[in-house]
């Protein structure tokens, strides 16, 4: 059977659309989504295919340096005709040129018999390209000095073959430039979907699931069921830390490190934690494949970046999953600070997604909190007063004195 040229060319173009088109998968909170490939270029040394199966070694990422990324926010113009989207949000970003290089330089020491004895010191030589400007960071023994390049290798040029007896080195390079470009969709201030186009041309799509988790909140209570499904969705709706930050450029440095013990299986659990050098914004967060254990994102006001000073530390959001048996990730409390209208909403959640505890109110002012057994059962409100009196009972108790009037 003949085979026209039209059908070939057909052919071709079907299977390069095939192979330009990625995954599509759900997701619930889209901030992890947009980190992603950060934090996995910051976890992975090696990428292999053994024995047919797929093999990631991980490193610990606190023998590395953190990393410095620009981000560029925009609104995308809506699509004629479009009326899914109230919006589209587009993130891209690229991480800066540079050489990290982490070494052992071997020194003579004098000891107390008078004889030469080796030891070594351990430096961290970090290289960043900023446009036409080059910028160092030294770290001495784990500590950050304020050394210059020459001083830390006693003139020695840490790229001269010929020194290579008196220090061991290596090194990681991020010289390749790559970006990956993020476009959210957003309804009802809830990101509903994302598109995520990587370097490869390739493009995954994600699908918000949480409406389905919403949708399949059913109790005897209509009003206990309405409470829970809209407070759940109210809660998805502050998790995107981008929607936070206005268009523009927007730089961030990027910090990791492993939590627990550093066996194979567990290194792939870590905490980390963004700085924006030009406003006072920290997020802190811990991420399992894409999946949220724990989102904190806070402003700080008269305070270092890490948080410390005699000023304040503002807490815009809080989200907290428990790990359930069979995988799967579970809500467990969460709080959301709305600051155009100055009020907090903060819940708990069983492990159905029914309410257990739930507060609305002005930020700084006391209010009802509504609780609730499982199912809706046993419903009461602790009143501000109630509130107020345990607070001052609790304080008396450990010594300390009530807050004044």
Known sequence: MNISKI???FCVAFLSMWMACGKTMPFDCATPIILGPILRQMRSVDDTIEDGKRVERWHDPSKWPSLPYVFEISECPLPDGEKRYDRIVQIKYDRMLGKSYHFDLVTEKKGKDNSEKKGVKQYELTTYYIGNETTYQIKQDGDFKGLSKVDVLAGRDILDKQNEVDYKVTELVWEKRYSHVFRLCVQDGLVVKVAHLE?????N????????????????DAEYTKLSKESLLNIYKGECLWLRLPAGRHQAEIRLQPVGDILPKSRRRFWGMLLFPDKPLTVDFEFFDNHVRHLYITSRRGNDQFGRGPGERIVYYIMNKWEA?????VLTDAVFYDKWSNTDLSVHFHRNLGLKEYFKGKRGVLTDMLQWEENGMNHKCITAAEQKKTLVETLKSLGLEPPKE
């Open 199 to 203: 370097p490869s041309g390739v493009e």
């Open 325 to 329: 048996p069979d995988g799967h990730y």
């Open 205 to 220: 799509q994600y699908y918000q699931s949480i409406m389905e988790a919403a949708d399949g909140i059913q109790f005897e």
């Open 7 to 9: 059908q070939i060319i």
